[in-house]
Structures are given as structure tokens and as C-alpha cells.
């Protein structure tokens, strides 16, 4: 049942903000235009600023969490608000609202679970930082290297404007604190096997009365970590793989280096080189015996998290939503 009615609600837009007085009214008024009939819920995440006054002037609800973060933010709207397709945007007014009756077209129509509406730069706006070339280069490199790692075609992993499924939020457990938000979602998609679509999107630069929170470098550092980490989590047998063969190489070159002479002398001369081959292969037997044994574990937490997704899902076929 919805925090914000007697019924659970069609489309929910929820729009994590700190600090964003200066833009959410009118983010709230771009997509109560797009999407007429959705309810709008602004998530006032520790703002010390009139964000929460400026949404609901808007006629958005709000929400509040204290602990400061958008991970958590995202995590409290995700638990309050229930609906059969969820559209999350930022609050920051570079998102384009047009886009969102098409995403969420894909997810009620067509069965998408989790739809990304891929940031398209219309070029360096005057004054304008947000998507800065920077930040698109970060977004490449971290965009194939989660589609390498995990299988799963992404164009723009960072983009803050998506449309869910209620199966897909409502078996989302992971509460990141910052901005790994996004790569949870994804890892998230790929672990339930959800449907996963695209729609490009325009995407324009902040105000000039609005700050990022970004900091691209602590931040990415940040990011990186938690991709590597999702990557050990949900695919240990080649992340543990990808450690063991560096050592299995050693391992076979040493002993290379240590068996050779003896084949042509029958003399052991190189016992050092001999055992720390040895060594490595040793390391390298374990680090796959490990991966071997998480990977049973991920398994198993797939298909909890798997079913978890399945209960939650609404429907298409046998009754009207919300019943």
C-alpha cells in the first residue's frame, strides 16, 4: 500500500535532492506536465536549504532522511513509496521530462525492468560544467569496464534518470551511501536478470544559481572501488580467476626456469626458483578454490534475490494494478 494514498499508485516519480531549492520546482513542473497522473515525491535528504517548502509549493510530496547521502535517500523513497513503474531523476533541472513517457511506456508495456535514459550532450552550454569532458571520459571508462565485467551493455552507468519496475525496487536491498548508487542499480539488474532498456536523452547543464556535489576524483575513486567490489561480489570464480592466473604464469615460468637445466644435466641447481614456483602454484590452486566456493554462494544469493524480485513483480496479465 502507498505512503501516499489508499491505493498503490501507477507511476511514482521520486527525486532524491540535497540542497536543489533553487531548480526542484521546477523539475516537479516538468514532469507533472510529461506525466500528469504520476504521483511526485521529493526526497528531502538532510537539505539545510527550502528545498522541502519550494516541492511541496510545487505540489510534490516529500519525504525526509537525515542521513546524508544518496544511497540512503534513494533507499528511503524506494520503501515509501509504492507504485507499478518508479522514474528516478535527479532534482538538479538537467534531466529532459519529455523522455519520460517513453521510459515508462518500455516498463509497463513492454516488460523492461529497469530502463536508463542515456545522457546526450548537446554540446558545451556557456558557463555550463555539468557533463563536462571529464566526466564523460569517466563515464566511457567506467561504462565499458562494467560491461566487460559483468556482460551487460551499458551506455551511461552514472545516469541518474531511470525507469523501475516495483519488482525490480521493491527486491533492491543494497543502501549505498554516495553516488555508487547507479552501479548498484546496475549490478542489481544483472543479478535478478532483469530486462534492461536504453532511451537517449537530452541532458543540460546545471543553473547557474546551482551547484554540483560531485567531486570527480574523490568520487570516481569511490566509484571504482565499489564496481571492483560488485564484480568480486556477484562474479568471485573470474574475479579470483583473474588474480590466480598472474600466479599460475609465474608459477610455470619458474618452474621453467628451474626444471629445464635439470633435464639437461639431472641436476637440481635452482631449488630457490623450484620451490617458489611451487609457491605460486599453490596460490594460485587456492585463489580458484575460493572463487570456486563464492561463486556457489553468489548462486545462491542470485536466486533469493531472483525470487525476491519475482514476489514483488506486478502483474500485466490477470487483474488491474494495485489489486
Do not use: W
Not at 521530462?97 to 556557456?126: F, H, K, N, W
Amino acid at each position: 500500500m502507498s505512503t501516499f494514498g489508499d491505493r498503490r499508485s501507477r507511476v511514482a516519480v521520486v527525486i532524491p535532492c540535497h540542497n536543489e531549492a533553487a531548480t526542484i520546482a521546477a523539475v516537479v513542473e516538468a514532469f507533472r506536465r510529461a506525466l500528469p497522473d504520476a504521483v511526485i515525491v521529493v526526497g528531502d535528504n538532510a537539505c539545510d536549504d527550502s528545498t522541502a517548502e519550494a516541492a511541496r509549493a510545487a505540489g510534490a510530496e516529500v519525504v525526509r532522511e537525515p542521513r546524508k547521502g544518496k544511497g540512503f535517500m534513494v533507499g528511503r523513497l524506494f520503501a515509501e513509496v509504492d507504485a507499478d513503474c518508479y522514474v528516478m531523476v535527479d532534482g538538479d533541472a538537467t534531466y529532459d521530462a519529455s523522455a519520460a513517457p517513453q521510459m515508462v511506456g518500455l516498463v509497463l508495456g513492454d516488460g523492461a525492468d529497469m530502463v536508463c535514459g542515456v545522457r546526450i550532450d548537446e554540446g558545451d552550454a556557456p558557463g555550463g560544467d555539468e557533463y563536462r569532458r571529464g566526466h564523460r571520459l569517466g563515464n566511457r571508462a567506467f561504462s565499458g569496464a562494467f560491461s566487460r565485467l559483468f556482460g551487460m551493455p551499458m551506455t551511461d552507468v552514472f545516469s541518474g534518470y531511470r525507469a523501475m519496475s516495483r519488482g525490480f525496487v521493491k527486491s533492491f536491498l543494497a543502501v549505498p551511501r554516495g553516488f555508487e548508487v547507479e552501479i548498484e542499480l546496475n549490478a542489481h539488474c544483472f543479478v535478478i536478470a532483469g530486462g534492461y532498456r536504453e532511451v537517449e536523452s537530452p541532458y543540460s547543464a546545471r543553473p547557474e544559481d546551482s551547484a554540483s556535489k560531485l567531486r570527480t576524483y574523490r568520487d570516481g575513486a569511490h566509484i571504482g572501488r565499489a564496481l571492483l567490489r560488485l564484480f568480486r561480489e556477484h562474479r568471485p570464480l573470474a574475479a579470483f580467476s583473474l588474480i590466480a592466473l598472474p600466479c599460475l604464469i609465474v608459477a610455470v615460468a619458474l618452474g621453467l626456469y628451474a626444471i629445464v637445466p635439470y633435464l639437461e644435466t639431472g641436476l637440481v641447481r635452482r631449488f630457490p626458483s623450484l620451490i617458489a614456483s611451487l609457491a605460486f602454484a599453490q596460490a594460485a590452486v587456492l585463489l580458484a578454490t575460493v572463487g570456486l566456493i563464492l561463486s556457489r554462494v553468489a548462486v545462491n544469493r542470485r536466486e533469493l534475490r531472483r525470487s525476491a524480485f519475482l514476489r514483488a513483480t506486478t502483474p500485466r496479465i490477470g487483474g488491474p494494478a494495485g489489486d
